[in-house]
């Protein structure tokens, strides 16, 4: 049988897992890298990962177009392909597809009624609210 993609690009890296997310945060924030800094950075924010499960991811998401390699030294620093504003953008389409049926009013609605919300959170997005109402 042919398997035909659907509205994929032949370029397109597809759409990293969260453990890839998180291997791009770090190359977002920190610019081009080793694997031992990602490493050391991801250990930061959660339990131990080992050296080598970042090098196999990161070594994937090569081959996936999603970060580059500089190999002209001993040590290979890697860079983010994908771009961060984009990347998010695409990740939180399918959040709202999966989890609210493609709602936003939904997914606001229940961020906004988020007991974690605070009176500057409120001020701020009033603000944001009122210069796009301005915009119109």
Same mark, same amino acid.
């Given at each position: 049988?042919? $398997?035909?993609?659907t ?19 770090? %190359?977002? $924030?920190?610019?081009?890298? #080793? ?10 924010? $959660? ?43 695409v990740?939180?389409? $399918? ?13 606001? %609605? ?7 919300? #605070? ?18």
């Open positions: 049988m042919n $398997k035909k993609k509205s994929v690009d032949s370029n397109d890296p597809g759409e990293p897992t969260r453990a890839q997310l998180e291997i791009l945060q770090v %190359l977002w $924030k920190y610019g081009p890298s #080793t694997v031992r800094f990602v490493n050391d950075q991801l250990n930061r924010q $959660k339990e131990s990962l080992s050296y080598t499960s970042t090098l196999k991811l990161m070594q994937i998401m090569h081959e996936k177009g999603m970060v580059q390699r500089d190999e002209s030294s001993m040590t290979h620093i890697y860079s983010a392909v994908l771009e961060e504003q984009k990347t998010r953008g990740v939180l389409k $399918k959040f709202v597809d999966t989890m609210y049926a493609g709602s936003v009013k939904s997914l606001m %609605l229940e961020l906004l009624g988020n007991e974690k919300t #605070t009176h500057k959170d409120w001020d701020t997005i009033k603000d944001l609210l009122a210069k796009l109402d301005d915009e119109k």
